[in-house]
């Protein structure tokens, strides 16, 4: 157990309308737990920062947000997550569908390896789009900020782009799908500071219509870019508010460490 | 507002439940939510569809080896006794036994071992050790992939121009030793060399820094530490050379011998050429003796190969980093 | 203490010696390889020229008739090439949709417990020598047939199709599995999060980026197939025959040539040169579709590389 200065943990709740409510979440790889009694509940329209040192569970809960945890034979999930009202983990909860509403992107770019233009139709067309694929392209590459880059060579591999391009293009991969909410995995962990910067600045515009929870190593980028932040430490939820709050005055004396650098 | 398509209620209030969001926040250019159809029974069920036939390909594999194995089983066991593996061939099916066949089947694998395991290592070794990574040594690598698929018959051509007529060993235990050595070779050199890869570089650099020659790196420390996997390349190939049919039947092994072969120039019969000769008599009781044949080859392998798999344990607890 | 050590000239000399007569030795054993090819080449194509002395080209590959025993003698190469193909055909009509579904099964729904069964038991499957094989096609596969068909005859092609389709059927497997295995999981994983299915992202995702690695597979089952020998000719007959009719007996190229060389044909006689000609044949074709998959694995490699 996490020592620190509180008889009662830092709970903060925003205001409603809520994109998901974690209630009481528990992950267990085996015998050891990697995320512990959890709440949380992520706003509507906000980028909600998951931020804490290496291990303490942050991407964990960031996948058991959509059920990818699915994937990891050894881990054990209880709790619920409630989104649209419903809990994802309820018994006829189908998680295919969940994905369609939750879409990830990951820390290292995987697009696929084919066209940048199969790339971004291959989600919509199974899930049965049936709108236009041409102004699907434009509009999902153009929110990424990618669209004047590979607007004449969308034939092209989407291997072939710049490992930033490629993190853009998965951003308007999961963005075409037109999802609530997009989970991000450290996004721009393995990204150059050019990209890294374009790719802050997408997040910003795109909160205006998704709802985004992003894991990050980066404090400063916490700063720039969340409008909560969550300090998780040891699979424990240590400290929720809002950014400036959590960053300039931290109610818990850990996340005061944390977040002046002394540990990392 | 909501179409469930026949799913659950927790899936359609996932799916199709309405965003409660302050209207004037959706920007308008976004597509609206009506025209997707995601066809999710379809779905669902080709998944299932997928896994079941998946699952059912596997399965009919399995039975297949399973009835393979029994039918043959239940054929030749009862042929099966002391007196089969000891006697000679025999004009009269109940008489006749595997005896030559076995014992020719032993001692042409190891003739062929002796040949085919040295040059074959040897050759590994110099490929992977000793040869720049030139154009030669790729002409050189692509050359043996091509050997390994050449069918055996035509190794079988091959070793009777050569071995049984051009070098005048005849139809003989060398002749046959020789032609299934050649054609073991890539599998053991390929096997060989994966070994070798597998042994970490420090490895010889910590024994250049000490002054030692290539030659005395590779014999002294290289080489045991590949052993489990040179070892168990040269089982696998063994037990394909034990399963050969054609090459021998194209240099002439005899499919009746009434003694066995007491030198490397003797005729000589092996096990699946003695099994073939006896499937291809019409007389039931023929085939029951190929059957029972089988399973003496069966067994043999099963033998080689467990044999091979405890080698391999044991050599690889000695080699320990 | 020290002076002996570094000062041993004669040992050192010894190993240098040593190490060169090695390297000589082992570099004859690697080039014995290129040597066996060369044999093999000349030998065939010695014959071979031989043979086509005496029968033309236009009459090997222009006429349809192979035979080389009667009166008159005929070598068109088709009903060989036919029957071959047939069997060839048919194994890869079993042997390749079931390997790659094995091979799909094992990388997408197996456990591991589950994976260390079914492996062992494909390699055993694998394992099995080639007239084992023809044995369980002569006395299990064709009285069944004949049961279900009554017009299969004893020797016909469908009956060693089907065994030299279980016969390749655990090397698709295995390459298909391990081709499937080389997709990184991360590309998998993007898949997965947009909302597909595993059957949507096993045959949409991860099928296609393996797909060299896959159809390298299926040209190697199909080379195998087609110099396969001891099956077919347990169970396919001798009867040269152009046909598309698998319940009838035919002949292969290979059991052509086991049928002359265990036969009494003099050494010298046009037919006895004939199967190097045949002989000559099959090389080509098995190293052309073994040059294929090599290419296809080489380029898929690079992919992920």
């Given at each position: 157990m996490v020592t620190t200065n509180r008889g009662q943990p830092a709970l903060f709740e925003p205001s409603p309308p809520y994109a998901l409510e974690v209630n009481d979440i528990n992950v267990c790889y085996g015998t050891s737990r990697a995320v512990l009694d959890l709440n949380l509940k992520v706003p509507e329209h906000t980028i909600v920062a998951l931020i804490g040192p290496s291990g303490c569970g942050k991407s964990t809960l960031l996948r058991s947000m959509n059920r990818m945890n699915d994937f990891v034979t050894a881990a054990k999930v209880t709790g619920e997550v409630l989104f649209r009202g419903s809990n994802i983990y309820g018994k006829d909860a189908d998680p295919v569908l969940l994905r369609r509403q939750i879409g990830m992107v990951f820390q290292k770019p995987n697009p696929f390896p084919t066209s940048i233009r199969k790339n971004i139709t291959w989600g919509p067309s199974i899930n049965g789009y049936q709108g236009n694929y041409d102004e699907l392209i434009e509009s999902s590459l153009r929110r990424a900020a990618l669209w004047d880059e590979v607007a004449g060579k969308l034939g092209e591999s989407g291997l072939a782009l710049s490992g930033g391009q490629q993190q853009r293009l998965c951003i308007a991969r999961a963005i075409a799908m037109d999802p609530d909410v997009i989970l991000m995995d450290e996004p721009c962990s393995a990204l150059d500071p050019g990209s890294t910067l374009k790719i802050e600045n997408l997040l910003l515009e795109l909160k205006e219509r998704f709802t985004i929870v992003i894991v990050t190593h980066n404090m400063q980028q916490a700063r720039r870019v969340s409008d909560y932040t969550a300090f998780m430490y040891q699979g424990e939820l240590i400290e929720f508010g809002p950014t400036d709050g959590v960053f300039e005055t931290p109610k818990q004396d850990l996340t005061r460490d944390y977040v002046s650098g002394r540990f990392g | 507002m909501s179409n469930t398509h026949g799913m659950t209620p927790i899936n359609s209030a996932i799916f199709g439940g309405s965003l409660r969001?302050?209207?004037?926040?959706?920007?308008?250019t976004y597509q609206a939510?009506?025209?997707?159809?995601?066809r999710h029974r379809w779905r669902a069920f080709s998944s299932k569809l997928f896994k079941i036939s998946t699952f059912l390909a596997t399965l009919l594999a399995i039975a297949a080896l399973i009835y393979l194995l029994h039918s043959i089983a239940g054929q030749g066991l009862e042929r099966l006794s002391w007196d089969f593996i000891t006697s000679f061939p025999s004009r009269f099916a109940a008489k006749a036994g595997i005896k030559a066949a076995l014992w020719g089947s032993a001692y042409l694998t190891l003739l062929t071992a002796a040949i085919a395991v040295p040059i074959g290592v040897g050759a590994a070794v110099y490929l992977e050790e000793f040869a720049a990574d030139s154009k030669l040594r790729r002409f050189v690598d692509i050359n043996i992939a091509n050997l390994a698929g050449v069918p055996s018959i035509v190794y079988g051509m091959l070793g009777l121009m050569l071995f049984v007529r051009l070098c005048n060993f005849g139809r003989s235990l060398i002749a046959g030793a020789a032609t299934m050595s050649l054609l073991i070779l890539p599998i053991i050199i390929v096997s060989a060399r994966e070994a070798l890869k597998t042994v970490p570089m420090g490895i010889r650099h910590a024994a250049f820094g000490l002054g030692a020659t290539k030659w005395q790196t590779i014999r002294a420390h290289v080489l045991p530490a590949a052993l489990p996997g040179i070892l168990s390349g040269i089982i696998l190939s063994l037990s394909r050379a034990v399963g050969e049919t054609a090459p021998l039947l194209m240099i002439g092994a005899l499919s009746y011998m009434a003694f066995l072969p007491e030198s490397l120039q003797d005729a000589f019969t092996v096990l699946p050429i003695q099994i073939f000769n006896w499937s291809t008599r019409p007389q039931d009781e023929f085939h029951v003796a190929a059957a029972a044949g089988i399973i003496v080859l069966l067994a043999l392998l099963l033998t080689v190969n467990a044999l091979a798999i405890l080698l391999r344990m044991r050599y690889q607890r000695k080699a320990q980093w | 203490m020290n002076q002996g050590v570094f000062l041993n000239i004669s040992r050192v000399k010894i190993a240098h010696i040593e190490e060169a007569f090695v390297k000589k030795a082992l570099f004859l054993c690697a080039a014995l390889s290129v040597i066996v090819t060369i044999g093999i080449i000349t030998v065939l194509l010695g014959e071979t020229i031989d043979f086509f002395r005496v029968v033309s080209l236009g009459e090997f590959f222009g006429t349809a008739t192979w035979a080389?025993?009667?009166?008159p003698r005929q070598f068109g190469i088709w009903p060989l090439v036919g029957g071959t193909f047939l069997i060839t055909f048919g194994a890869g009509l079993i042997g390749i949709p079931g390997g790659l579904g094995v091979g799909m099964f094992l990388n997408e729904f197996a456990p591991a417990s589950v994976r260390a069964i079914i492996k062992p038991l494909l390699e055993i499957l694998a394992g099995i020598p080639t007239v084992v094989y023809g044995y369980f096609a002569v006395t299990v596969i064709t009285p069944a047939l004949q049961q279900l068909l009554?017009?299969?005859?004893?020797?016909?092609a469908a009956s060693a199709a089907v065994v030299v389709g279980i016969m390749v059927l655990p090397m698709v497997a295995s390459l298909c599995d391990d081709a499937l295995r080389a997709v990184p999981r991360s590309v998998k994983e993007a898949g997965y999060a947009l909302g597909a299915t595993k059957c949507e992202v096993a045959i949409q995702v991860t099928l296609p980026a393996a797909l060299s690695g896959v159809i390298a597979s299926f040209i190697l089952a199909l080379s195998r197939a087609f110099g396969e020998t001891m099956a077919v000719t347990l169970a396919a007959g001798s009867t040269p025959r152009l046909t598309l009719n698998p319940l009838q007996s035919v002949q292969t190229l290979t059991s052509y040539i086991v049928q002359v060389s265990t036969g009494d044909t003099p050494q010298g006689s046009i037919e006895y040169k004939s199967i190097f000609a045949v002989g000559m044949l099959l090389l080509v074709v098995t190293l052309l579709f073994n040059m294929l998959a090599y290419v296809l694995v080489k380029r898929f490699r690079s992919v992920y590389e």
């Open positions: - | 969001i302050q209207g004037e926040k959706k920007a308008l939510r009506a025209t997707w159809q995601p | 080389p025993m009667f009166e009554p017009d299969t005859e004893i020797f016909n």
